[in-house]
């Protein structure tokens, strides 16, 4: 079969005024002379026409798709727009303001490919000299700088939650959340080495305030749509709450909170929603796994 007709991966890069690290980017994944087949998706949401103009630079690549878009669908928007579009069996989601090492995807794909029960897989992500992604077995949740998703795992567990985490952060947490409880498993591939500048992608789409507000209040929004009791007295709720009382965002904290409790009977709802997909999941899980072990 034609390695362009169906990839093994479908790559995608999302853009918005940020041609400079896309083309940086796109470069060092080339560079890499991956084993794995792959198709590359870049969506441009709405750039100005300096940078529509420079990304058409990567039109004649035969392995390059570029959409542009009219306007931002934000980060979870986007990605659900790129893998409609993809052919790919497994979905590598990459930010633009990254470096990958070489064998990047070869070790990200052999990370999922290897086991039906994983759903989704993040790289190795190195931010200022530090890895930001525990080397636990199973992870709690995915890093949107870098990951993998199945096919079957993204059909099953459904899209990014675009409406309620748009335009950015929290979407992977909730992604990865569903997905868990629906029985897949996560896990981070530690020779998958990628270098990721950041908060860059963030401070370009909006104020530094805003994206603060963006971060604390999604966070907070997923535990009122996903957290049961234990959850909530959990040890990473108290990590949460130390980090926001240290960085002196206590008050935005609160007002995250407040704002969501006069939203119940909107949550509860939700709450509601989720709990029927979730048990819908399990049972398309249980049967594809049926279907493997027949």
């Known amino acids: 079969m034609n390695e362009l007709s169906h990839p093994k991966c479908s790559i995608v890069i999302l853009n918005w005024n940020g041609t400079q690290e896309t083309l940086t980017a796109v470069d060092s994944i080339l560079k890499t002379n991956s084993k794995v087949s792959f198709e590359m998706i870049i969506i441009d949401q709405g750039s100005d026409t300096e940078n529509v103009s420079n990304l058409k630079i990567l039109s004649g690549n035969s392995k390059i798709k570029i959409f542009f878009l009219k306007k931002n669908l934000g980060f979870p928007g986007g990605v659900n727009y790129a893998i409609s579009q993809a052919k790919g069996d497994f979905y590598v989601c990459i930010n633009n303001d990254v470096e990958v090492k070489l064998g990047w995807l070869d070790y990200l794909y052999e990370s999922i490919s290897s086991n039906n029960s994983i759903g989704a897989a993040c790289s190795n992500i190195i931010e200022n000299g530090q890895e930001v992604v525990g080397n636990s077995r199973y992870l709690k949740h995915i890093h949107g700088g870098s990951m993998i998703i199945s096919k079957v795992a993204w059909e099953i567990v459904g899209n990014f939650d675009s409406k309620n985490f748009n335009p950015i952060y929290g979407e992977e947490l909730d992604w990865s959340y569903r997905a868990r409880n629906i029985g897949f498993k ?21 104020p530094k305030n805003k994206s603060l507000q963006y971060r604390i209040y999604h966070r907070v929004l997923f535990r009122f749509f996903n957290y049961k009791y234990n959850d909530w007295i959990s040890l990473n709720t108290l990590r949460d709450l130390y980090h926001e009382i240290k960085n002196r965002h206590t008050w935005l904290y609160i007002k995250a909170h407040i704002n969501y409790l006069f939203k119940i009977n909107f949550i509860l709802k939700e709450r509601k929603i989720r709990l029927v997909k979730n048990n819908k999941g399990k049972e398309l899980l249980a049967l594809v796994n049926d279907f493997e072990k027949s």
């Open 186 to 206: 996560l896990v981070k591939s530690k020779k998958s080495v990628v270098f990721h500048a950041a908060g860059i992608t963030a401070e370009r789409c909006l």
